[in-house]
Each structure stands twice: as structure tokens, then as C-alpha cells.
């Protein structure tokens, strides 16, 4: 799917630019966005160590198993194939949280470490088990509770009322994040 | 109201940290060593995402720049009439599963275009809130792992999404009216 989705998204943007002549673009997208994304991983590198020695922490004075414990009915209920008590369901309620206050790169760094606890349940590397496909929908479907950086920008372009998107946000978010649940549980069986 | 959850926000990180180390104090771990173990797994994520994020930001920067995002978007004119999706914002729904930074400028785009209280306004930057990059972040969390065939993952996602911008035009339509 990816390998269908990346040559198609190149092939039809140089075609595009073909036909805009501007070709000159292309050269300018790889050499800047190129160089964006290896900034980006390194940036990630900082807070992605931070997280990981923290959650190192957290493994070996109970907390995760502790947190996982309470978390347990919900977790249970979404992803019933993790095991009570495993390091995946503390990383995914971290990332959850990281995800619902707007930390973007530390919640990056939690799912990522989600994703390695929940391939060390799966049996077969190189397929997404139903866990991992449910996981990323709910972590792609449910952002901010708060949506600071919208609400920046209202106030900014000098709305009377910068906050009166945040009830109809998590509405929709909540809506999204149903939908995703459930049409992940319809299609999850092989 | 805004400040309130600017001060909620910002304490959610150093309070998880906090939880963390007091807890593991409490339970007598060897903090600063236990830390370092687990950094140093840091770089490690951090050099094997790198080849991923080049491929994903190199598709979505030609798709984008060369304006084939936006022709594609003309596809979603009829479906988005159906729901009274406003055309203006058509591009920020197809922009959206793509690109985070790219959606938030659309956003800042359009509040200053249309006004921050326009129904326009409203709508997105309740989309805005109400979605994550989908490409982008599959192709991190499964590139990372190792998982090539990523089965029903991103199908489930594009429904979320469209879920989302359903209910942000519809909930914005009756709240805003």
C-alpha cells in the first residue's frame, strides 16, 4: 500500500510540475524538505531520550505496571489482545496524554515506543497486528483537548470569542475517534 | 478562559515527570543510572526513523508544491456540497492527512481571509483540531518496527478523518446558526 501511495504522490507531482514548467521545483523539494526531515529526527532525538530514560524509570519502580493496572478496563475494552500488566499499555496511555495536552514531540516519542512494545506481541514482524492498527487510528483520530496553537492564531486574527471552538473541537474529535474505533473493530478480522 | 487552559497545558508534561521520578524515588530506584539506560535508546529510534521521515517528506513536498494536492482537491467538491462543506476549505480536508504544518498554515490562512468568527473560520480551525496527519505518522510508527503491510490501518484512518470533517461541518453548522 505505502509503496503504491509514495510512487504515485512523485510520479503525479513531476508530472504536475511538468506541465506547470516548473520543474525547478522538484530540485528545491528535495534539497529543503530533505534537510527538514533530518532536522526533525534530530531534534526528536532529545525529547525521544528523555521519554525513553523516564519511562525506563517508570518500568522499574512499578509505575508502568501500576498505571497499566488502572487503565485496565478501557484498555481492556479497545485493545483486548494485550496481556494485563504489559509495558504497551502504560506507553499508550502516556502517549494518549501526551497527545490530549498538545506535547507533539514527547507524544511522538511515547507512540514510537508503544508501536516496539506492541511488536513484541505480535507474531508476525511485518504485518500491523489488530492492537498496532487500532493504536495508531485512536493516536491519528484524538489530538489536542485543547487546541493551543488554533486558538493562538484566533486571537491573533482578533476573534471575540478565540475559545468557542473548543467545545465544537472535541465534539468532532470525539466523533472521529468512534468512528475510527468502530470501523477498526468491524475490519479487524482477517 | 484561554489562559486557564494555557496553564493546564503546560503543566501536563512536567506533572507526568514529576509522578515519574517521585514515584521511582519512592521505590528506590537508582534514578540517574536508570535514565541513562533508557536514553541511550534514544538515538538509536532517532537514526532509524530518519530514512522514513526523508521518504514521506520528499513524496509530500512534490505532491504538494507541484499543485497536485490542489487539483485533487477539485474531487471533493460535489461529495463536500452534500455535507454544506464550504469549498474554501476542501483543501485543508485533503491537506490534512498529508501535512500537520502545512494544514496549520492553510488554517492561519483562512482565519485571516474569512475572519476568525466566520462560519468558515470556525469550521477550521475545528478541523484542525480534530485530526492527525495520517501518512506522516504511519509511515513513522510502522516504519520504526519494522511492519511492511500495515492491513487495515490506513482505510480506518481516512474514515476517522472524514468522521471528523462531517462532524466539525455539521456540529459548527448547528452551534454557529
Same mark, same amino acid.
Given at each position: ?10 510520479? *503525479? ?5 511538468? %506541465?506547470?514548467?516548473? &520543474? ?17 529526527? *534530530?531534534?526528536?532525538?532529545? *525529547? ?8 525506563? *524509570? ?15 478496563? @478501557? ?18 496511555? %502516556? ?11 514527547? !507524544?511522538?516519542?511515547?507512540? @514510537?515506543?508503544?508501536?516496539?512494545? &506492541?511488536?513484541? &506481541?505480535? =507474531? ?7 492492537? %498496532? !492498527?487500532?493504536? @495508531?487510528?485512536?493516536?491519528? =483520530? =484524538? ?15 482578533? =476573534? ?11 465534539? !468532532? ?18 | ?16 515527570? #514529576? ?25 538509536? #529510534? ?19 508544491? +507541484?499543485?497536485?494536492?490542489? $487539483? ?33 498554515? $492553510? ?19 475545528? $478541523? ?9 505518522? $504511519? ?10 503491510? +500495515?492491513?487495515? #490501518? ?13 462532524? +466539525? ?9
Amino acid at each position: 500500500m505505502i509503496n503504491a501511495i509514495w510512487f504515485f504522490m512523485i510520479v *503525479i507531482g513531476i508530472i504536475f510540475a511538468i %506541465m506547470d514548467g516548473r &520543474l525547478d521545483l522538484i530540485n528545491e523539494v528535495i534539497l529543503e524538505d530533505t534537510g527538514e526531515a533530518v532536522a526533525f529526527a *534530530i531534534g526528536l532525538t532529545g *525529547i525521544m531520550a528523555t521519554w525513553l530514560g523516564l519511562m525506563k *524509570i517508570a518500568e522499574k519502580s512499578g509505575l508502568i505496571k501500576a498505571v497499566g493496572k488502572v487503565m485496565r478496563p @478501557l484498555i481492556k475494552f479497545i485493545f483486548p489482545e494485550i496481556p494485563k500488566e504489559h509495558p504497551a499499555n502504560t506507553a499508550i496511555v %502516556m502517549n494518549i496524554v501526551a497527545n490530549m495536552f498538545g506535547a507533539g514531540n514527547s !507524544a511522538t516519542a511515547l507512540g @514510537l515506543k508503544a508501536m516496539e512494545e &506492541l511488536q513484541k &506481541l505480535n =507474531s508476525r514482524k511485518e504485518v500491523a497486528t489488530n492492537a %498496532m !492498527a487500532m493504536f @495508531l487510528v485512536v493516536n491519528m =483520530s =484524538s489530538v489536542q483537548l485543547i487546541p493551543l496553537t488554533v486558538l493562538k492564531i484566533r486571537a491573533d486574527a482578533g =476573534s471575540e470569542n478565540p475559545t468557542e471552538i473548543i467545545a465544537t473541537t472535541l465534539i !468532532a474529535t470525539g466523533i472521529s475517534t468512534i468512528v475510527g474505533i468502530v470501523s477498526c473493530k468491524l475490519m479487524e478480522k482477517e | 478562559m484561554y489562559r486557564v487552559f494555557n496553564v493546564i497545558s503546560l503543566i501536563s508534561i512536567p506533572l507526568m515527570i #514529576t509522578i515519574i521520578l517521585l514515584h521511582g524515588y519512592i521505590k528506590g530506584v537508582r534514578l540517574y543510572d536508570t535514565f541513562i539506560e533508557g536514553a541511550s535508546d534514544g538515538f538509536k #529510534t532517532a537514526l532509524r526513523i530518519m530514512p522514513y521521515l526523508i521518504a514521506i517528506f520528499v513524496a509530500i513536498g512534490i505532491f504538494k508544491e +507541484s499543485g497536485a494536492l490542489n $487539483m485533487f482537491s477539485n474531487l471533493l467538491l460535489i461529495p463536500g456540497r452534500l455535507i454544506g462543506l464550504p469549498r474554501e476549505i476542501i483543501p485543508l480536508v485533503m491537506l490534512k492527512p498529508i501535512s500537520g504544518s502545512g494544514s496549520l498554515a $492553510m488554517v492561519k490562512d483562512l482565519i485571516y481571509s474569512y475572519g476568525p468568527d466566520s462560519l468558515i473560520g470556525r469550521i477550521a480551525s475545528t $478541523m484542525m483540531g480534530s485530526s492527525e496527519t495520517i501518512f506522516y505518522t $504511519m509511515a513513522i510508527y510502522f516504519g520504526t518496527i519494522g511492519v511492511k503491510k +500495515s492491513r487495515h #490501518t490506513l482505510i480506518c484512518a481516512l474514515i476517522a478523518h472524514l468522521g471528523g470533517v462531517v462532524a +466539525s461541518v455539521v456540529v459548527c453548522s448547528i452551534i454557529f446558526n
